[in-house]
């Protein structure tokens, strides 16, 4: 036997169920939001534009201009995940009194490291013998479109040589920064 519902229950029972669906959904929607912006937080960074890194002193440069090659080593940030690793290379050399000139390692015609080498009076590049000045600049015969990417540096009061380093595709005319 089946009995019938009194006059009232249909609406009480509706609005319990509303009143459920409703605060279920707010309690769940605070969560969920969270979640999707820690999911999308690696889209929000800006990208870097170099690093700014300390890599020597002055006093420790040659007077002559003869350059040095130093490590640039750096926490970098990979989506999610932190790593502290070498990013490259840079030489630095003294150009005047207390002026430096900075260079990244990498020749940007075919992307290999070059090297300094005094009997050569130059940076050599062991892929394709090309040969740049200790300022940087291409020799005749080089098959690389521009001369070494120069780097932004700056000596400190205290004497220390900061450099923002930054990678410049290779094989074009022109630096285009790599992001």
């Known amino acids: 036997m089946q ?10 029972d509706f609005l319990k169920k509303s009143c459920a669906v409703c605060v279920g959904g707010a309690v769940g929607v605070v969560p969920a939001l969270a979640g999707i912006a820690v ?6 960074r800006k990208a870097d534009t170099g690093l700014l890194a300390r890599v020597t002193s002055l006093e420790s440069l040659p007077a002559d201009g ?34 430096v000139q900075a260079f990244n390692v990498t020749c940007p015609h075919a992307g290999c490291a070059v090297e300094f080498q ?3 009076k130059g940076y050599f590049c062991p892929c394709h013998n ?4 200790p300022e940087g600049k291409r020799t005749d015969g080089s098959p690389s479109a521009r001369d070494l990417d120069s780097l ?28």
């Open 3 to 12: 009995t019938e519902p009194a006059p009232g229950d249909d609406r009480r």
């Open 39 to 44: 999911y999308l937080d690696p889209l929000r």
């Open 66 to 99: 003869t350059p040095v090659m130093f490590p640039i080593i750096a926490i970098r940030t990979d989506a999610w995940n932190k790593s502290i690793a070498p990013v490259g290379a840079v030489y630095v050399r003294r150009a005047k009194g207390d002026q």
């Open 118 to 120: 005094p009997e050569k």
């Open 130 to 133: 090309s040969l740049f000045t």
């Open 152 to 179: 932004k540096s700056e000596v400190r009061a205290n004497g220390e040589v900061w450099v923002q380093f930054q990678n410049f595709e290779t094989g074009k005319a022109h630096k285009v920064a790599v992001s």
